[in-house]
């Protein structure tokens, strides 16, 4: 252990008596390991904020739907039944019908999508009701016309979220019929927004299926697909479950007649992607790394060459091959250390003032610190090793004649 502090302190004293060229040298290693760095946490928080904006535009659902192609078999309302009786720890499930017209308020007509569905449909988004109520399983089999709607909508429809009561007139295919307003959900959000920039306003209205289905002629005796809804732990559990119960209803094991998905597989699916990104950039940046590594054998060999005198009389006077060799790689893994530890220090910055720029949430593990430093010094030994071993294998006679 002496011998090793010797050593590591003789190739300090090297790197300080060049003090400008060490700097240079380490420039190479700053940038790449603040680059890895910096990709490695904005990946993290680009990661986390995806997520945690997605489980707010969609909730806990997955969908169950019949293959058409293969199989003329329909959901029916008794399956339904059946499932909710059957299977527990489910929200409920629910038939999905999506529509496409105008909605009019006190303060005129706007675009609208209008989503018919049962009561388990309030589990559709993650934003919550925050005023009346969402309607009940009661007021969905009488059909009774009562809606949902954003808060936005509400401010953009009335110019007040005070509109628990008030009425709206819902237009779809030429025919109008007037909903009552009974709940009211939170705004939706950043992502959301994002991805609806640059589109016409369109509010979003939720109404009992069976009104939608009553007023504006939709058949209600059998579906195409189901939403169920459940906690996300247990999500895809309850999916596959749902998918065995209808396969066997109906008939059609082996058949592949019914499929499923879920917001829990989209999830997985979107950190798969996410992960690719990031480790693309992560590989981009260590590009730059090897281009510091191969500037730090540069600068070892022009120190061997410099030092040609010094280490034929070492080796003269009884150093071992190995001594030599030892000395100089643990200058390389120092030098390369030192900038590892600057390029940790810069690569924290940058990411800590893009994410707050962006408004990610700044995310560094302390195994990307970790593995970043002990990356760098290991760039330092194995761009090291060549100028190590070439000062290690000159012959004594040979360094004292230069």
């Not at 950043?190 to 016409?200: I, K, P, T």
């Amino acid at each position: 252990m002496g011998k090793l502090g010797e050593y590591f302190k003789s190739a300090i004293k090297q790197i300080l008596h060049n003090g400008y060229r060490t700097l240079m040298t380490m420039l190479g290693i700053i940038v790449g390991i603040a680059a890895v760095i910096a990709v490695v946490s904005l990946g993290n928080g680009m990661t986390q904020f995806v997520q945690s904006q997605l489980n707010g535009i969609a909730g806990n659902y997955g969908e169950v739907y019949m293959d058409g192609s293969k199989t003329s078999e329909r959901i029916t309302l008794d399956d339904i039944d059946f499932v909710e009786s059957s299977v527990s720890d489910i929200y409920g499930l629910s038939p999905q019908l999506t529509a496409y017209g105008k909605v009019t308020g006190k303060r005129g007509t706007y675009e609208a999508q209008v989503i018919g569905g049962s009561a388990a449909m309030e589990h559709l988004l993650s934003n919550g009701i925050i005023k009346g109520q969402y309607f009940n399983k009661q007021q969905v089999e009488s059909g009774q016309r009562v809606c949902v709607m954003l808060r936005d909508d509400a401010k953009k429809l009335f110019g007040t979220e005070e509109v628990i009561g008030m009425e709206i007139e819902i237009t779809l295919w030429g025919k109008t019929a007037s909903y009552k307003i009974i709940g009211l959900r939170d705004s939706m959000n950043r992502m959301y927004s994002f991805l609806m920039e640059g589109q016409d306003y369109s509010a979003q209205i939720e109404v009992p299926y069976t009104a939608l289905g009553a007023d504006f002629d939709y058949y209600m005796e059998d579906f195409s697909s189901v939403l169920l809804f459940a906690d996300q732990s247990i999500l895809n559990t309850k999916v596959n479950e749902v998918k065995d119960i209808l396969t066997n209803r109906h008939s059609l094991r082996g058949t592949k007649a019914i499929n499923a998905y879920s917001m829990a597989d989209f999830s997985k699916e979107l950190d798969q992607i996410l992960g690719y990104a990031t480790t693309f950039l992560l590989l981009v940046s260590v590009i730059s790394l090897v281009v510091g590594g191969i500037g730090v054998m540069n600068i070892m060999l022009v120190s061997v060459a410099e030092r040609t005198r010094e280490i034929g009389i070492r080796k003269s006077i009884g150093a071992k091959t190995g001594a030599i060799m030892t000395q100089f790689l643990s200058e390389a893994a120092i030098l390369t250390l030192l900038g590892g530890i600057v390029g940790i220090v810069v690569g924290i910055g940058m990411a800590y003032i893009i994410c707050t720029a962006i408004g990610f949430e700044v995310i560094v593990t302390p195994t990307s610190v970790i593995g970043a430093a002990l990356f760098s010094v290991l760039i330092g030994l194995f761009f090291g090793l060549y100028p190590a071993r070439k000062a290690a294998k000159m012959k004594p006679i040979d360094a004292l004649r230069l």
